[in-house]
């Protein structure tokens, strides 16, 4: 039975792509083969019509018009250059990225689609050599919301959806004029106007609670000519280092600080001395805590009372 | 999707991918296509029946068979694959995009080029910067390109690596197995000859990397084993530790593979995940001082108060008081 509906549907698109002229739905019910089944002219109304929204749902671009002036009834057909992938060569070297891009998602619906675009560019002639199996880059989707929000931003429309903020006990319903989403150290990030806040907002993909929802009208939102969507991602998740933090620092130990440093000197017998930028307080504090006794804020006193508070408060835990 | 809204398709890129690649045996293009060998056979029916009206011998497509190998010929009319639908546009190009956040992975150029090629033909299906990527600044193009190059030549690197769970910078020998990323940030795999065992490094921590000279020498059990593990290697003698964390510090859920999550009620939660390493626990749990806590194994979480406490009485001895 379904083998049957497709069989007719490609027989409708060869058949569609093949004409120049306009075909009216009576002249295709007598040249496609499938629609004699229908025993009625209104069950092959019906059929057509499911058909036809089948094929639009699928991307074929169904061209509707008449032949000449005198036609009163429309007839249908599909241009090619509407229909097929343009012509398109890659070096070696850029089937090869296109080769690795395809076999990067790691959720089943992105990868699917990032496959089904490479079979189609290689029945378009694109030829990618066996890639090596040890390189094995990946992309997250962060569930469902990427595709959705990413058709938003191309399509102009508002979203609506949950979000769970760093210090949200309870989700909370947001409607934003998307402008972009960022691939940032390995999380997609929504950027937009939070039309509740009138503020531009940064929101990660993975805390959006369930599926969001294109709202309203096409084409509404623009993005402001001259935002920079990287800088406004990159600086929500770093501050941009401001001020030169001094820390006592074991020797060989503290690595990661010690990589940072701008300027590290001789300390007390067994300690360095190290400078460090950070952009505030409470980042400075919770990179110097792991290190424990190994690292020791000297200034400023506010990141000192800010590490010696929390420690005591680690020290005092008792439950 | 309905049968036919998943079948077409299949059917509009096979048709153009036989004809682009004549005489190809049935196992590897069911491969190919992800379906079994009886799904292709049954779809190569199914095209063989269609093609322009009146249907004669003329009008249909042909499917040619030379034993297990098969060729597509009178298709023209389909002989061009169908052009990308938006998702599929998406996925590969924001799969490039990703690419580019990893300086050093591959040619940097040849993506952007490709990308540009890919855009072209998607006609409009995605454009411009919507779906971008901010570069990762913290690891060094250079030490990705040249892991990258050893794994593809299969030449042994020396690593100078930093393992923050002892804070100490080491020396060692490693023959690259495989290569990935994971939230954006790259990883190798390899054959330690260091530790005699697979080890996973992360290469913001790679402070030093050459090519050697020497081939690869990983036997091929071994290798097996490197792509059987997953990122962190979780393995089951590593210790349950169960973390109760505050709302801020829920992000520790986000960052590190947890085997379970409790919701607290009030935004906290409570977090159970494998740790190889207690050094690493420990200084995981002393940076969430005064957000969240080690509540179980009860001797890690002494251990980590004593940790704290070290510390404590190092700055009372800084600052000259008590």
Redesign the interface.
Known sequence: M??R???R???L???L??TRSYLTADRIRE???GYDEAPTDEAYKRMFERDKE?LR????PLETGTNSASDDEPGYRIA?R?????D????P??????G???R??SSAS??A?????????????VEVAPL?????????ASGSA??VL??A??DGRRVTFDYRG?????PVARTVEPW????????WYLVGLDTDKSATRVFRL?RIVGEPKPVGRAGVVTRPEGTD???L??SYDAASPASVAVV?VRH?????LR?RAVNVSAGPPGWDVVEVTYPDTGRLT?QV??????V?V?EPPEA?DA?????????E?T? | M????D???R???L???L???PDTPVADVAK???ITEQQLR?DLD??W?????G?GPGDLMDVVWHDDRVSLSNAD??A?????????????V??????L??PG???TL??E??LA??E??A?G???G????????A?TDPDVVATV?DA??TGRRVHLRY?V?AR???TERDVD???????????YFVGWCHLVDDIRTFRLDRA?AVTVLDEPVDVPAETRQRA?DKGLFNPDDADRLVTL?LD??A??VA?YHPVEEVTERG??GVLVTLRARDDDWV??????????G?V?DPPDLAAD??V??????S??RT??GSG
């Open positions: 379904a083998a509906r497709t069989e549907l490609l027989n698109v060869i058949c792509l093949h040249l496609v083969a089948d749902d699928l991307g074929i090619r509407d229909y097929a992938l343009p398109i060569t890659l070096a070297a850029e089937a090869a990225a296109v690795l891009a395809a990067m998602w992105m990868s689609a990032a496959t089904r675009a490479l079979r189609k560019l290689e029945a378009a002639g090596p199996e040890g390189l094995q880059p990946q992309v997250e990427f595709p990413a058709e931003v191309h760093a210090g949200d006990a309870e972009g989403v960022v691939w940032w150290h390995g999380r993975s969507l990287r800088t991602v990159s006592r060989g130990k503290g690595l990661g990589r919770d805590l792991p290190y424990g006794a190994d020791l000297l000192v590490v010696v508070s929390r420690l005591r408060s680690l020290v835990d439950s | 309905s049968g036919a809204l079948h077409l398709p059917l509009l890129a048709v153009p991918w004809l682009a690649h190919e296509f992800g049954a199914l095209i029946m269609c093609g322009l009206p249907y009319t389909i061009r694959p169908l052009r990308l639908t938006a998702d599929e546009a998406l996925a590969l924001a799969a490039l995009r990703a690419l956040g990893v992975l591959v040619e040849a993506v080029t490709a090629k890919l072209a033909a006609g299906a995605i454009s910067d919507e779906v971008a990527v901010a570069v990762d913290v990258a794994l593809a930093w923050p804070d100490e910078a690259p197995i495989r290569m990935f990323t994971s939230e954006g940030m790259p402070l792509f109760d709302p801020s829920r992000w986000d009030d935004g420990r200084r995981l749990a002393l940076g969430l001082a005064g957000r806590r509540t980590v108060r940790a704290a406490g070290e510390a404590l190092a700055y800084i600052l």
